[in-house]
């Protein structure tokens, strides 16, 4: 699969099924409607594939320059909680506002979907591997 192409698929079948993930957690941790939790979890994930595009191309830019090649459990930890880490800094601000909550509300909400998105993140990447195969950079 050319290499645009795959992220592009990985992109939008991770934040497809993400919205999901995040509406239905937002939901349960807030006080806020389905509606609200899902329209963020929407908003989210649209600024989530922006990151993701810009991130992996990063990411498999580094990934090309080392010496050894493959995608280890250590290597696929590393990409996901980097991943993770700077989206909760682009969207924090925005939760806080969203949910009209102060930033410690909106930081604890984050932090429960860290643990999620990391556990979902790193689940998604082996099984999006396994059916597409490694980007070449990893081979």
């Known amino acids: 699969m050319r290499p645009a192409l795959r992220?592009?698929?990985?992109?939008?079948?991770?934040?497809?099924?993400?919205?999901?993930?995040?509406?239905?957690?937002l939901t349960l941790l807030s006080d806020a409607?389905?509606?609200r939790s899902l329209s963020l979890s929407a908003f989210g994930a649209g600024v989530a594939m922006l990151w993701s595009l810009i991130f992996n191309t990063g990411f498999e830019a580094w990934e090309a320059r080392q010496t050894t090649r493959g995608r280890s459990p250590r290597r696929?930890?590393?990409?996901?909680?980097?991943?993770?880490?700077?989206?909760?800094?682009?969207?924090l601000p925005a939760t806080a506002w969203w949910l009209s909550t102060s930033l410690w509300n909106a930081l604890t909400y984050e932090a429960v979907l860290i643990a999620v998105f990391l556990v979902?993140?790193?689940?998604?990447?082996?099984?999006?591997?396994?059916?597409?195969g490694l980007p070449d950079s990893a081979r």
């Open 7 to 25: 992220k592009i698929l990985y992109a939008v079948s991770f934040e497809a099924i993400g919205i999901l993930v995040g509406g239905t957690a």
């Open 33 to 35: 409607s389905a509606a």
């Open 76 to 91: 696929r930890a590393a990409h996901a909680i980097l991943f993770e880490g700077g989206l909760v800094l682009i969207l």
């Open 120 to 132: 979902y993140a790193w689940a998604f990447t082996w099984a999006f591997d396994k059916v597409f």
